[in-house]
């Protein structure tokens, strides 16, 4: 049989469900009979003084004395332990109600403490705090007090585990009492054992200054009986490259790049242009509504406040249409009329460089010629009272700073940079 293509087991290993966390792993025996245990508890808090507190204080105590350890109690206690879905909890208890029925009835003066009853003593599934294994052997430092209390006993209060101990932080060996390096014993007896962190500047240490280290850490060194910092930038060979500053702190170093930007000098020499800051670098770039030049960011921003606006027309193909006296849109020296490989190119009042402007502010009607009706919608009187169809304009693809024409022609869409100045020479192309 021929194996699966490995983009279908692929795609098939994506909508298998992912495996089980490790808090939905199933629960153990001790911890099942924990969880009941405490929601008996809870139970018992509950009915406590259930349907009591009326007032007649004679009455409510020989009542209360029956209710204690009543039935009754108890039944209203179990019908509160097990959620409708919990399956385990119902299976459990429907096992061992008749040894809580006897405990409750029984034995609960005797042995108040449920869980060691139930869970250790009864079922044994749990050992007490302080023991491990199937047999509830002591920790490693005894049962009263596991791992010297400077660390968690593996397995404590359950019947797994070896009872071998995870030290906390600052704490290493068997129990859990001596001092790993970079920490000294600030106590330690038959039965406490505390560590205390040395001064960061010793690897190991008898006390807490930078005076009492038996080693100097990383980046420090011994001087007149102390470690003290090293000045790394200070170095004959700086660590840091040409393009950073070098900064000291306590046991290393920082290398920071120097913002040629923020300098006294200026970076970016050119009229009007931005210098942005890079890591070991600068860039300098001109402003929006600037041209980038060899010698200066020129502006192209239309005269009078005006802004340049993208504005895009839906456009079938028409035979090139040039410019009277122009040579064509590729030129760089064309204004009105624009056209490139056939589609239409709107005329607007826009700039074609710093020193020239378009007059004409209509759009062609030779263009328009045989354009479907919906781009040639409704008609606005231009500035000088000639009426100028109105266009249906879509989402502007972008905008590029007219250089030349003024416009730029892709995939049958006009994108076209158009003025929208208030002078008086200028039309404001509003789209419909």
Same mark, same amino acid.
């Given at each position: 049989m021929?194996?699966p293509?490995?983009?279908? =087991?692929?795609?098939?290993l994506?909508?298998?469900? #992912? $495996?089980?966390?490790e808090?939905?792993?199933?629960a153990?025996?001790?911890?099942?009979?924990?969880?009941?245990?405490?929601?008996f508890?809870?139970?018992?808090?509950?009915?406590?003084?259930?349907?009591f507190?009326? *007032?007649?204080t004679?009455?409510?105590? %020989?009542?209360?004395?029956?209710?204690?350890?009543?039935?009754?109690?108890?039944?209203e206690i179990?019908?509160?332990?097990?959620g409708?879905?919990?399956?385990?909890?119902h299976?459990?208890?429907?096992?061992?109600?008749?040894?809580?029925?006897a405990?409750?009835?029984?034995? %609960?003066?005797?042995? #108040?403490d449920?869980?060691?009853?139930? @869970?250790?003593?009864?079922?044994?599934?749990?050992?007490?705090?302080?023991t491990?294994?199937p047999?509830?052997?002591?920790?490693?430092? /005894?049962?009263q007090? $596991?791992c010297?209390?400077?660390?968690? @006993?593996?397995?404590?209060?359950?019947?797994?585990?070896? /009872?071998?101990?995870?030290?906390h932080?600052?704490?290493?060996?068997?129990?859990?009492?001596?001092?790993?390096?970079?920490?000294?014993?600030?106590?330690?007896?038959?039965?406490?054992?505390?560590?205390?962190?040395?001064?960061e500047?010793?690897k190991?240490?008898?006390?807490p200054?930078?005076?009492?280290? *038996?080693?100097?850490?990383v980046?420090? +060194?011994q001087?007149?009986?102390?470690?003290?910092?090293?000045?790394?930038?200070a170095a004959?060979?700086?660590?840091?490259?040409?393009?950073?500053?070098?900064?000291?702190v306590?046991?290393?170093?920082v290398?920071?790049?120097?913002?040629? @930007?923020a300098?006294?000098?200026?970076?970016?020499?050119?009229?009007?242009?931005?210098?942005?800051?890079t890591?070991?670098?600068?860039?300098?770039?001109c402003?929006?509504?600037?041209?980038?030049?060899?010698?200066?960011?020129?502006?192209t921003?239309?005269? /009078?406040?005006?802004?340049w606006?993208?504005?895009?027309?839906?456009?079938?193909?028409?035979?090139?249409v040039?410019?009277?006296?122009?040579?064509?849109?590729?030129?760089?020296q064309?204004g009105?009329? +624009?056209?490139?490989?056939?589609?239409?190119?709107?005329?607007?009042?826009?700039?074609? /460089?710093?020193r020239?402007?378009?007059?004409?502010p209509?759009v062609?009607?030779?263009? =328009?010629? *045989?354009?479907p009706?919906?781009?040639?919608?409704?008609?606005?009187?231009?500035?000088?009272?000639?009426?100028v169809?109105?266009?249906?304009?879509?989402?502007?693809l972008?905008?590029?700073?007219?250089?030349s024409?003024?416009?730029?022609?892709?995939?049958?869409l006009?994108?076209?940079?158009?003025?929208v100045?208030e002078?008086?020479?200028?039309? %404001?192309?509003?789209p419909?």
């Open positions: 021929r194996s293509a490995p983009t279908a =087991l692929g795609l098939l994506l909508l298998l469900p #992912p $495996p089980p966390a808090a939905a792993k199933k153990t025996p001790c911890k099942r009979c924990r969880e009941l245990v405490d929601k508890n809870r139970g018992m808090v509950d009915t406590a003084k259930k349907n507190g009326g *007032g007649n004679a009455w409510e105590e %020989k009542s209360l004395s029956k209710y204690e350890f009543s039935e009754v109690r108890l039944l179990t019908e509160g332990l097990c409708s879905s919990d399956f385990e909890c299976s459990l208890l429907e096992e061992h109600e008749g040894h809580l029925e405990w409750w009835l029984r034995l %609960k003066k005797d042995f #108040p449920l869980f060691e009853w139930f @869970c250790v003593k009864t079922l044994k599934v749990c050992c007490s705090p302080g491990y294994g047999d509830c052997l002591p920790c490693q430092g /005894g049962s007090r $596991p010297s209390g400077n660390g968690h @006993c593996s397995g404590d209060g359950s019947r797994q585990g070896d /009872g071998s101990c995870q030290c932080l600052g704490y290493q060996g068997a129990t859990c009492s001596d001092c790993m390096d970079g920490y000294f014993s600030s106590l330690r007896n038959e039965t406490h054992s505390i560590c205390t962190a040395c001064d500047s010793c190991t240490c008898t006390g200054s930078n005076r009492d280290c *038996g080693q100097c850490a980046g420090w +060194a001087e007149d009986g102390a470690c003290m910092d090293v000045d790394e930038c004959d060979t700086p660590p840091c490259g040409n393009q950073q500053y070098c900064e000291n306590n046991g290393s170093f290398c920071e790049d120097v913002d040629e @930007c300098g006294p000098e200026k970076a970016c020499a050119r009229q009007h242009e931005n210098c942005y800051n890591p070991g670098s600068f860039v300098c770039v402003p929006e509504g600037f041209e980038d030049t060899e010698d200066a960011c020129v502006q921003q239309a005269p /009078g406040g005006g802004e606006q993208a504005l895009a027309v839906h456009v079938r193909k028409l035979p090139a040039r410019p009277e006296g122009g040579d064509g849109w590729g030129s760089g064309t009105g009329e +624009a056209c490139l490989w056939g589609a239409l190119a709107v005329t607007a009042p826009w700039e074609v /460089g710093p020239r402007r378009v007059r004409d209509g062609s009607r030779r263009a =328009l010629r *045989g354009l009706e919906s781009p040639r919608a409704a008609a606005a009187p231009s500035p000088e009272g000639r009426s169809p109105s266009l249906h304009f879509q989402r502007p972008g905008c590029v700073p007219p250089v024409a003024g416009g730029l022609c892709l995939r049958g006009l994108v076209a940079c158009v003025s100045s002078s008086p020479s200028s039309y %404001k192309v509003a419909q």
